[in-house]
């Protein structure tokens, strides 16, 4: 079975300059997630998707992250424009079931692109 | 408010000896899942157990072995043994009841010197 896909590995762009990052999750995999992780830190949820809707993205900021995933599949998750601050590996993850309930589960990482913003 | 703290940043062990890392956590709900992934060099995040709340038994998957206990709301992580290939950040979470996301620790770098 493969695993989740993630491209780009490796990004650097210059503060203020716009980023897209693409997700391809486990083939029948209802919830896609999308985590930034910081450098020294563990991830942060940045959006959770069941199918094609969003179900969180209480702490996706708004003003300049934008991600979608149509036909419930593939993902894109976009930065514009990028700070400093963004620097951090974004992952993509997916699962079978949507929590919370007796399901829950667990998440099926993929390899991350870590963002250099300069 | 969930959160789950690794109190250990850093960890170094020689080859073969044991080493535990600790996870404490926090949650108002009675129904809530514990997991912990590794994070090798590579990046990806590898599940490797996952309990739930009303499950307290300690469980044991070859070198590895979890320490599971709701008085002290710790759900600690025993490698016997360790190898150099152990070498990985490890991230204790946290699911509960009430909230939709997991919730991750700080993580502890484990080192893993011949």
């Known amino acids: 079975e493969a695993g989740v896909a993630q491209s780009p590995r490796y990004k650097i762009i210059e503060k203020r300059q716009s980023v897209a990052f693409w997700c391809n999750p486990i083939?029948?995999?209802?919830?896609l997630y999308w985590y930034q992780q910081i450098l020294g830190q563990g991830p942060k949820l940045l959006i959770q998707f069941q199918n094609n809707g969003v179900v969180d993205d209480s702490q996706l900021p708004k003003d300049r992250f934008s991600a979608e995933r149509l036909k419930g599949v593939d993902s894109t998750l976009k930065i514009q424009p990028a700070k400093l601050e963004d620097s951090a590996v974004y992952l993509c993850a997916s699962s079978p079931f949507n929590p919370p309930g007796p399901g829950a589960h667990e998440q099926f990482f993929g390899p991350g692109t870590r963002l250099t913003v300069l | 408010a969930q959160k789950v703290t690794q109190a250990q940043t850093e960890i170094s062990v020689v080859e073969k000896e044991d080493v535990t890392l600790d996870c404490v956590y926090e949650t108002r709900d009675t129904t809530y899942y514990l997991f912990w992934y590794k994070q090798p060099p590579s990046g990806e995040l590898v599940f490797l157990i996952r309990r739930n709340s009303f499950d307290e038994q300690n469980e044991i998957s070859g070198r590895y072995s979890w320490n599971f206990q709701k008085s002290t709301s710790s759900f600690n992580f025993t490698i016997t043994a360790s190898q150099v290939v152990d070498s990985a950040v490890y991230f204790c979470a946290l699911l509960s009841g009430s909230a939709r996301q997991l919730t991750f620790g700080s993580g502890t770098q484990l080192t893993v010197l011949p």
């Open positions: 083939s029948g995999h209802a919830t």
